[in-house]
């Protein structure tokens, strides 16, 4: 009876974790797990407003933290915190910070920080290097298509496309 009720109760929990939003799970690439504030992490704990500022890929801290749409964000500075807290949508990415590249050919790729561009104030993140090599050679296309295909495919899982 008691092994009964610690599987039946198991498998409640187990059910319970896979009911988290949607949206959280399809919408936003977060790193796995949650951050002290209690949200999926965002741009692998890069500093958003650290791009549009010009300064490049700059990992943030845990110290300097804000949630945005259910996602963490990480921040280099108090300045930058306050930045993002005022106008969060300007700095958060693009395409729910998954890969621009690959949202505009109907996919969902991770956003490597690493390989990012800031185009008319909007941050956009790449998988890799070769993948930010395409985008360089048409920009304004790329983005234009990623703005057409994330509607239709922000929430699927990236195994469903």
């Not at 969060?88 to 990415?93: D, E, I, M, N, T």
């Not at 050679?137 to 703005?147: C, E």
Request: net charge positive.
């Amino acid at each position: 009876m008691r092994k009964t009720f610690l599987i039946a109760s198991l498998a409640a929990v187990i059910a319970g974790a896979g009911v988290a939003p949607a949206f959280a799970v399809n919408e936003l690439n977060t790193v796995p797990g949650l951050t002290a504030a209690g949200a999926p992490l965002a741009l692998h704990g890069h500093d958003p407003v650290a791009f549009l500022k010009g300064e490049g890929a700059k990992k943030g801290s845990a110290k300097f933290t804000a949630v945005y749409d259910k996602t963490a964000y990480y921040f280099t500075s108090q300045a930058n915190l306050d930045a993002f807290k005022a106008e969060p949508a300007k700095y958060a990415p693009q395409n729910g910070g998954f890969c621009t590249f690959g949202v505009s050919v109907g996919k969902k790729f991770d956003g490597d920080p690493s390989f990012a561009a800031v185009e008319g104030g909007k941050l956009y993140v790449f998988l890799n290097e070769e993948i930010y090599g395409m985008f360089l050679k048409d920009k304004a296309g790329t983005i234009a298509k990623a703005a057409v295909n994330w509607p239709k495919i922000m929430s699927k899982a990236p195994s469903e496309l």
